[in-house]
């Protein structure tokens, strides 16, 4: 099975930082991977598809890029609705993994 | 517009079977491409995927979890359902269905507790 490990697994920042989070795939998984948010209590929302297609919807602060096996999300400019965990999705095999995920809280 | 929606039991006995139901609209089932997936989130932990079922009806199951969980589907309903034997304390979590290979949308999910 494919392993997806998060860097870091909290991050502390304030409003207006760029904020990049890491996704490493145990092994090449192209370009097939997606990016969600995450806030208590709720489902999660898809952020990111394909490592870099932006979901629609989704403000133009985040961006994705990455191919392979090594990904990152950034957040150009932290907003105040932007504190939440945030996960990486390979769905590159028949068993997807998700990472163990990223807290974005404030500094 | 893709809606899907979990039901299940709230409280579930160790050594019993799970079954939850997840009803969906926007979409058919019976159409090449189409996916219907489960994963769940114990509290205050991460996303686990679990099951997959196509439109051709192939199912795809977690390595670690492919002996306790049964797939299926009924069209006629909009329905998928997840079967999961012999529950344990640590299956306790929010169970979602969802929709694609990534997952544009999701069930509001379901939380299921496993306690005697």
């Known amino acids: 099975d494919i392993q997806m490990t998060q860097s870091p697994s909290t991050l502390s920042a304030s409003i207006g930082d760029r904020v990049t989070i890491t996704c490493r795939a145990s092994q090449t998984i192209s370009s097939w991977l997606a990016w969600y948010q995450q806030k208590p209590g709720k489902a999660p929302n898809l952020l990111i598809y394909k490592a870099s297609n932006l979901e629609s919807g989704v403000p133009s602060r985040f961006s994705g890029s990455g191919s392979g096996t090594e990904f990152t999300l950034t957040i150009s400019s932290l907003q105040p609705d932007d504190f939440a965990t945030y996960y990486c999705?390979?769905?590159?095999?028949?068993?997807?993994?998700f990472g163990q995920g990223t807290k974005v809280e404030v500094k | 517009q893709v809606t899907l929606q979990e039901s299940g039991p709230a409280l579930v006995k160790p050594t019993q079977t799970l079954t939850l139901t997840c009803t969906f609209s926007?979409?058919?089932?019976?159409?090449?491409?189409?996916?219907v997936s489960w994963i769940r989130q114990p509290p205050g932990k991460a996303l686990e995927w679990l099951a997959r079922?196509?439109?051709?009806?192939?199912?795809f199951y977690s390595t670690s979890l492919r002996t306790r969980l049964t797939i299926s589907k009924d069209t006629s309903k909009n329905q998928v359902v997840l079967t999961m034997t012999n529950v344990d304390p640590v299956d306790t979590a929010t169970y979602y269905c969802t929709f694609g290979s990534y997952y544009r949308a999701w069930g509001q999910g379901t939380l299921v507790t496993v306690s005697s």
């Open positions: 999705q390979e769905y590159y095999s028949y068993s997807p993994a």
């Open positions: 079922i196509d439109g051709d009806d192939e199912k």
């Open positions: 926007g979409f058919s089932l019976t159409t090449p491409g189409m996916r």
